[in-house]
Structures are given as C-alpha cells and as structure tokens.
T-cell receptor, first 114, second 114 residues
Framework: DVKVTQSSRYLVKRTGEKVFLECVQD?????MFWYRQDPGLGLRLIYF???????EKGDIPEGYSVSREKKERFSLILESASTNQTSMYLC?????????????FGPGTRLTVT | AQSVTQLDSHVSVSEGTPVLLRCNYS??????LFWYVQHPNKGLQLLLK??????LVKGINGFEAEFKKSETSFHLTKPSAHMSDAAEYFC????????????FGTGTKLQVIP
C-alpha cells in the first residue's frame, strides 16, 4: 500500500513565524502536491513537484514556498505565517506513468496561526 | 480549461435509503474522473475512478458512478446508506494533458440519519 505521511497532525504557530510542513511518501512517486482545504472551497493546489528540485506553482502559491531535495520528501514552507493561512494542509503523491493520475493523500496537518 | 461542479453542498438521507451525490464536469480533453471520500479529520481516500473504460464504475463500500458524456456528469450512487457513509465526498477531474493537473469540486457533505 502507498503510504503518505505528514509530520504533524495539528500545529499551532504565531503570526510571523516560519513554518515547515513535511511530507514523505514511500512509493517512489515522481509527483508530489501540496493542497490547502477550507470549508466550502474544496482543495486548492498550492505547489506541485514532478521531480527532485523541480517545482511548479499551483493556483494559490502566494505566501508559500516548497523544497524537494529528495524524491520521497516534499516540504511546504510558510515564510512568515499569517492568520489567513490557518487551514488544513494536505500532501499527495502520484505516479505520472499511471495515466489515470490517481493521487494518494496523507492524513493532513491542521495548522492554526494565532 | 477544466472544471467540476458538485451540485449539492449538503445531502441528508436516512439509513437504508439510496444515496445520490451529483457531479458535473467540463473538460476540453478526455477526462479521468474520480470520487474521493474524507471522513472527519482524515485524509482523502479514493472511492472509484473512471479512465475511459467501462462507463459504469464500481468502487469500494458499495458505491458506484456512471460516466455520461452526453450529460457531462459523473454522479455517485449507493443503493442503501450506512451510518459509516457519513463523510465529505469530492468529485475530481483530470485530463491526459501535458502535466498532471487535477481539479477538485467543492465537496458534498453526506449526513446519514438513523
């Protein structure tokens, strides 16, 4: 079974802090994704990566950056956390040669910025 | 451009009665379509997927969905609701384009009344 893990289930940070969210997958997937989930808005793509050291902006990249130094690990960075970044963050991975583009999700990190 | 619309943000059914969650999509290319389920405080789990094979797709836990190209719909159904089906359901579309972009619907919360 594919396993996608996220470093924290719940996180509370203060405004202005630098925040790191870590995601690790164990299936050698090339593609990895970061989403945020907010009530009534569904999932919105922040960034994705299709290879080590490669990254592409998603629909809402402002205020975020990412790092992919190893294939299995994809980090989301909030350079200076703000209250409007309070949300559920979901990481996903997929295998690009699987043409159905099925994504496998981690359990999520619920981030609260106070 | 591709988009997906989930027509109901909330659906309430009695236990043992049929479930219908509606999804319409638009896509310039041949789409792949998915339904994911999210139980409270959990990540997303794939229920079923359509990838241009049989138009009636069977998934886990007794769910199924039918791809209707003429109606651009991919509605999710189950003959008899169970209490454990109470969750949020997301319809997702992707296409066989240059990169792996998926678009999520805004979700439908299913309430099952005993």
């Amino acid at each position: 079974d594919v396993k996608v893990t996220q470093s924290s289930r719940y996180l509370v940070k203060r405004t202005g802090e630098k925040v790191f969210l870590e995601c690790v997958q164990d299936m050698d997937h090339e593609n990895m994704f970061w989403y945020r989930q907010d009530p009534g808005l569904g999932l919105r793509l922040i960034y994705f990566s299709y290879d080590v050291k490669m990254k592409e902006k998603g629909d809402i990249p402002e205020g975020y950056s990412v790092s992919r130094e190893k294939k299995e690990r994809f980090s989301l960075i909030l350079e200076s956390a703000s209250t409007n970044q309070t949300s559920m963050y979901l990481c996903a991975s997929s295998f690009p040669r699987n043409k159905s583009y099925e994504q496998y999700f981690g359990p999520g990190t619920r981030l609260t910025v106070t | 451009a591709q988009s997906v619309t989930q027509l109901d943000s909330h659906v309430s059914v009695s236990e043992g009665t049929p479930v219908l969650l509606r999804c319409n999509y638009s896509s310039s290319y041949s789409p792949s379509l998915f339904w994911y389920v999210q139980h409270p405080n959990k990540g997303l789990q794939l229920l079923l997927k359509y990838t241009s094979a049989a138009t009636l797709v069977k998934g886990i836990n007794g769910f199924e969905a039918e791809f209707k190209k003429s109606e651009t719909s991919f509605h999710l159904t189950k003959p008899s609701a169970h209490m454990s089906d109470a969750a949020e359901y997301f319809c997702v579309v992707s296409f066989s384009g240059g990169y792996q972009k998926v678009t999520f619907g805004t979700g439908t919360k299913l309430q099952v009344i005993p």
